[in-house]
């Protein structure tokens, strides 16, 4: 089975920096793949890259249907199936939150507005935000406008959803209702790469976890295995420093 994304040989650096190191990843239709490492491990570059956002020095990112991207289909048209959601919300304050939604299928993918706000208000009703369609909004919660960048996204209707630190910035009663709504995306079959510091979150969405540091893939395993018996010292020891919660 050819994967939906494939990574091959990926370089990237900043000046000197060798920031990712010959990465070789592949990525099958609805698998989800969580990236963990320290803090400046390449994780957040890697996603980067594969969204365009970042050049890469050496090697290929392949979509299925697609061929090379940046090569065989230009990087704004690839944007069109690869969605991202960032640690900041990146919603546009002089947009309500309806016209955030719709502003990328009805301006890059030409979409009728009447289609596109018809699967935007079933996403914001699954999401419990409907009645804030028409906010603004300053007048959210960080947690309500992260739930609203993810809305976005997926109203690209993604072949591929990047989701990067989409917690980080959020105070903690709110992180949960976000990552409830990525743990339902997980189980209607999205495919996904996420970055990540909520262990227990990852142990239970991931169909496969990648250590990284050192712009390098260190190991690939199952959740189960990684987070009981991972096999390199430097995964344990990242393991050791991070505060473990079952999510449940």
């Not at 698998?31 to 090697?59: F, Y």
């Not at 970055?195 to 169909?207: I, L, P, Q, S, Y």
């Amino acid at each position: 089975m050819s994967a939906l994304l494939s990574l091959a040989a990926i370089d990237k650096f900043y000046g000197d920096t060798h920031a990712l190191r010959g990465i070789n990843l592949d990525v099958q239709s609805g698998e989800v793949v969580v990236l963990l490492g320290p803090s400046g491990c390449g994780k957040s570059t890697l996603l980067r890259c594969i969204n365009g956002l970042e050049p890469i020095q050496g090697g290929t990112i392949t979509l299925q249907g697609h061929g090379v991207l940046g090569r065989d289909i230009s990087w704004h048209a690839a944007r069109q199936h690869i969605g991202m959601v960032f640690q900041s919300y990146e919603l546009f304050n002089h947009l309500s939150v309806i016209d955030n939604i719709l502003l990328g299928p009805i301006k890059a993918q030409k979409r009728p507005r009447a289609e596109v706000e018809a699967q935007a208000d079933r996403l914001l009703q699954r999401i419990g935000l409907y009645e804030r369609k028409n906010a603004w909004p300053r007048e959210l919660s960080g947690g309500q406008k992260q739930r609203i960048a993810i809305v976005r996204a997926l109203c690209l209707n993604p072949q591929l959803l990047l989701l990067d630190e989409i917690t980080a910035a959020l105070d903690p009663e709110m992180v949960r209702e976000v990552l409830d709504v990525v743990l339902e995306l997980a189980a209607d079959g999205m495919t996904m790469l996420i970055v990540t510091h909520e262990m227990g979150f990852a142990r239970k969405v991931a169909d496969r976890i990648l250590f990284m540091d050192h712009g390098e893939i260190i190991e690939q395993a199952e959740p189960e295995t990684f987070f009981t018996a991972p096999a390199s010292a430097r995964a344990q020891a990242f393991l050791n420093l991070m505060h473990y919660q079952e999510y449940t």
